[in-house]
C-alpha cells in the first residue's frame, strides 16, 4: 500500500451554497432572537439594549464558538464539517438556555432567496 492509502481525507473547505447559508442563518437567527425579545443586551450585555443583525450573530455568537472549538479565525478557513459542529454547538446553546433553534438553511432555501431576493411591501 502507498503512502496516500495511508493520508486521512481532508474535508473540503465550505462551498459558495455553505457560505450562502451560513450568511442566512445568521440572519435568520437575528431575527427570531429579536422576535423572541432576546435582544443583545438579554443574552450579551446587560447595560445596552443592541438588535441582533447577521452581523452581530457572526461576531458575537458564531466566531467566539469557532475559535474556542477549532482555533479558527475566519469563516473562510471552515470545512463543510466544521460548519455543522459549530452550528449544533450554538443551536444547542441556544435551545437550552434560550428555549430557541433555528433551523439551518437549506440549499432551496437559500437558491430560492438568491432568484427572488426579500420581497418589499
Do not use: C
Request: net charge positive; charged share 30%.
Amino acid at each position: 500500500m502507498s503512502d496516500l492509502q495511508y493520508q486521512e481525507k481532508q474535508p473540503r473547505l465550505r462551498s459558495l451554497a455553505q457560505n450562502r447559508a451560513l450568511h442566512k442563518f445568521f440572519e435568520l437567527l437575528a431575527e427570531s432572537l429579536n422576535d423572541a425579545g432576546l435582544d443583545m443586551r438579554v443574552v450579551l450585555k446587560p447595560e445596552v439594549d443592541i438588535p441582533w443583525s447577521k452581523n452581530t450573530i457572526k461576531e458575537f455568537l458564531w466566531r467566539p464558538i469557532q475559535n474556542a472549538q477549532l482555533g479558527k479565525i475566519s469563516t473562510i478557513q471552515l470545512n463543510t464539517k466544521d460548519i455543522d459542529i459549530i452550528y449544533d454547538t450554538l443551536n444547542r446553546f441556544l435551545s437550552e438556555k434560550w428555549g430557541l433553534s433555528v433551523p439551518f438553511p437549506s440549499v432551496e432555501e437559500i437558491m430560492l432567496d438568491k432568484t427572488y431576493g426579500k420581497r418589499k411591501l
